[in-house]
């Protein structure tokens, strides 16, 4: 049978994305949020740049989400958890699509109430090793009301664009490829937390 690693690489073969529901355990998935919170109370989350290096600069215009990005040589019990699950995608994706993934960067995001992210491409000229965003929401529950959804452009044959709106669901995970799918983040009406993270073409 094939894994769910296997399904999400067919996907992004086929398709350049793949959405997969409780991708985690709840056990996970609320672990992670209950450490979300308790770095957030610890005052550990900073408002979310745009750019590298010397071009990097806070512009609330453009995104409003606070962050907090992973240490690799300092994981929690729970991150190593989702890092070697985030893994087992990483060497999927290599089998079925010959990218030649090396490793992972990935931060806690929280998009509080009215919070947004405009239209972009994850990768870019600074950043072209960025090469399949992966995103897994933690939120407890997630309506349409809510709102907040992730709004992908997929790009077309004719050179028009298909919207895709997705929910922000708690154990969802949503893979696509960085520098293909331009994508933003809808005002959210509740506070929204995920963990969103680049495989990378380098160590
Ligand atoms: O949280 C999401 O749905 C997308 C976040 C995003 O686009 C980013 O952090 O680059
Ligand atoms: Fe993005």
Redesign the pocket.
């Known amino acids: 049978m094939e894994s769910v690693y296997e399904k999400i690489a067919a996907e992004i073969y086929e398709k350049s994305y793949a959405i997969i529901d409780d991708f985690i355990s709840e056990e996970l998935r609320t672990s992670l949020l209950k450490e979300q919170s308790d770095l957030l109370e610890a005052g550990k989350f900073r408002l979310a740049a745009v750019g590298k290096g010397e071009k990097k600069q806070v512009r609330t215009e453009i995104r409003n989400?606070q962050v907090l990005w992973m240490d690799p040589e300092d994981l929690s019990p729970f991150e190593m958890h989702y890092w070697e699950e985030v893994d087992k995608v990483r060497m999927a994706i290599n089998q079925r699509c010959y990218l030649g993934l090396k490793s992972f960067e990935g931060h806690f995001?929280r998009?509080p109430k009215g919070s947004f992210?405009v239209r972009?491409l994850?990768q870019f000229e600074q950043v072209p090793y960025r090469l399949v965003?992966v995103?897994i929401y933690l939120n407890d529950s997630w309506e349409q009301e809510d709102e907040g959804m992730?709004r992908m452009y997929l790009p077309k044959e004719d050179g028009s664009e298909e919207i895709l709106d997705i929910m922000?669901k708690g154990g969802r995970m949503?893979v696509f490829l960085s520098g293909e799918i331009p994508?933003?983040?809808l005002p959210t009406k509740k506070e929204r937390i995920?963990i969103?993270g680049w495989l990378r073409n380098i160590d």
Do not use: F
């Open positions: 989400d995001a998009y992210y972009h994850d965003t995103i992730l922000p949503v994508h933003e983040v995920s969103t």
